[in-house]
């Protein structure tokens, strides 16, 4: 299931992945989002929260992501993957060489450093362009673990 994270700067578009995640989820959730902000802001910065295995993700799906990642190629300023998978932040910092904008893959426990780095418009404003509190209390309270992320640690 994707889930799109309410409280990140306007010009962010942040998604939690949690479960089985299908074609469904990209064109009902994600889409509509990235859609929404490069057609008004020209550019894309995506926070992807990923606390579900890569394997959870469909067939459909991947080929959904692979077309939104091709129709706004030009468009990606900044991606930024939070996963505990290291799998999926070696792939995030390999997938950097390969796309015009930056990307940089975080642990689960660095979820405030992303959001601060994502929403940050200049590399010198880390911290002040969000409020972190309200970010991780959205994505605690849609947890199935309680404050907890998959693996039982404190969010």
Not at 105 to 126: N, R
Request: proline share 3%; net charge negative.
């Amino acid at each position: 299931m994707l889930q799109f994270i309410n409280d990140l700067p306007d010009h962010v578009v942040g998604i939690r992945a949690t479960g089985e995640v299908n074609k469904d989820d990209y064109e009902r959730v994600l889409i509509p989002h990235l859609e929404e902000l490069a057609k008004r802001q020209g550019e894309i910065n995506y926070l992807l929260v990923l606390e579900t295995d890569v394997q959870n993700f469909s067939a459909a799906a991947w080929f959904e992501d692979f077309k939104l990642g091709l129709k706004n190629f030009a468009k990606w300023k900044k991606v930024a993957i939070v996963t505990d998978q290291t799998s999926v932040e070696w792939l995030t910092d390999v997938f950097r060489h390969f796309i015009p904008g930056e990307s940089r893959g975080y642990k689960l426990t660095e979820l405030p450093d992303a959001i601060a780095w994502v929403s940050a418009l200049h590399e010198d404003e880390f911290r002040d362009t969000v409020s972190m509190d309200n970010v991780l209390n959205d994505i605690r309270s849609r947890s199935s673990n309680k404050g907890q992320g998959p693996a039982g640690e404190d969010l």
